[in-house]
């Protein structure tokens, strides 16, 4: 079945670059839509966005300007590059599939996630 | 922007029914899911398309979702299902998808 395991440092310096990893395994990248969703300490989980196996994407109009979702289809992975952090971007990070109702549309329910991987921002 | 709102928490006796609420603007037009999540764990998805429960999720887990309110119910509720359950919709007319607020189910 398809596994995904978040991967990258877990202390980033204010204003610097966050990068994360996914790595899927037990099956293509290619054939679906993958997304990065992440949860403060004590909050709920906040979607940041998506990416098709085509390089579309979609991001958390809030987050737009920040965010850069890319996939190595070479290497079964997917990465979130997040710039600019401050201590309100301290989250575990999850990297998850993307079911979708139709194959015409992005809608859907996240079926698979990572465990998550704590991402700090301090300095 | 489109919200989702839920009830911070919910209380229920074991073997009692549990309904956890989730309230947006023309939700019903829209597909909503849940997702039980427990300490120091990934969320796990438990009802998608309004009421399909993925494999493996028990039958006491079922979902709906009319008007402005989808609502996840628990039948017969266990002591294991003592979670933080959050509501997700994808909205259409901006390809964004939304989480509601979470609510926090308490087994007494």
């Known amino acids: 079945q398809v596994q995904l395991q978040e991967s990258g440092p877990g202390l980033v310096k204010p204003s610097e670059t966050l990068s994360l990893t996914c790595t899927v395994s037990?099956?293509?990248?290619?054939?679906?839509?993958w997304s990065w969703i992440r949860q403060p300490p004590g909050k709920g989980p906040e979607w940041i966005g998506y990416?098709?196996?085509?390089?579309?994407?979609n991001y958390k109009p809030s987050l737009k300007s920040r965010v850069t979702i890319s996939v190595d289809t070479s290497k079964n992975q997917f990465s979130l590059k997040l710039s600019s952090v401050t201590a309100a971007d301290t989250a575990v990070y999850y990297c998850?599939?993307?079911?979708?109702?139709?194959?015409?549309?992005?809608?859907?329910?996240?079926?698979?996630w990572g465990q998550g991987t704590m991402v700090t921002v301090s300095s | 922007s489109f919200e989702l709102t839920q009830p911070p928490s919910v209380s229920v006796s074991p073997g009692q029914t549990a309904s956890i609420t989730c309230s947006g603007d023309?939700?019903?037009?829209?597909?909503a899911c849940w997702y039980q999540q427990k300490p120091g764990q990934s969320p796990m998805l438990v009802i998608y398309?309004?009421?399909k429960r993925p494999s493996g999720i028990p039958e006491r887990f079922s979902g709906s979702n009319s008007g402005n309110t989808a609502t996840l119910t628990i039948s017969g509720t266990q002591a294991l299902d003592e979670a933080d359950y959050y509501c997700?919709?994808?909205?259409?007319?901006?390809?964004?998808?939304?989480f509601g607020t979470g609510t926090k189910v308490t087994v007494l």
């Open positions: 997700l919709a994808w909205d259409s007319s901006t390809a964004l998808y939304v």
């Open positions: 990416i098709y196996n085509s390089g579309s994407t």
């Open positions: 398309q309004d009421y």
């Open positions: 998850a599939r993307l079911l979708r109702y139709f194959d015409w549309s992005p809608g859907g329910a996240f079926d698979i």
């Open positions: 037990g099956g293509s990248i290619s054939s679906s839509y």
């Open positions: 023309k939700l019903g037009n829209k597909y």
